[in-house]
């Protein structure tokens, strides 16, 4: 992860900057990456948002949406993501569809949802 990418993420989660706010700097630092390979879904499908859901005790205490550009820096800083996981939910991002990707609960009704919007 680049040096300005962690700063930008670091504003957001300082409060400083919105997901909004940041999502054209990441973006802008995307445009300075090598093309990713061509997706065969039409641009219209492809997802651009992320909802991130987190539930304890069966109570959804976070319900977050932010910008793709935003969820795909992000992925790195998610606590208790096994790399298999992590991996399911890169290769989701990259190729932008839309649905839910991961969905991880337990018998005391805590957990995560990831959706692509």
Request: glycine residues 6%; hydrophobic residues 45%; proline residues 7%.
């Amino acid at each position: 992860m680049s040096d300005a990418l962690e700063s930008i993420l670091r504003l957001v989660a300082a409060g400083r900057l919105t997901a909004e706010e940041a999502a054209p700097l990441i973006a802008a630092l995307d445009e300075r990456r090598p093309p990713a390979r061509p997706t065969a879904e039409p641009a219209a499908d492809r997802a651009r948002q992320v909802r991130v859901e987190v539930t304890e005790r069966g109570r959804s205490v976070v319900n977050l949406r932010v910008p793709l550009a935003l969820g795909q820096a992000a992925i790195s800083y998610v606590p208790g993501l096994d790399a298999d996981a992590a991996a399911r939910v890169r290769d989701a991002l990259a190729r932008g569809i839309t649905g839910p990707i991961l969905e991880v609960r337990d018998e005391d009704g805590d957990g995560v949802r990831i959706v692509l919007e």
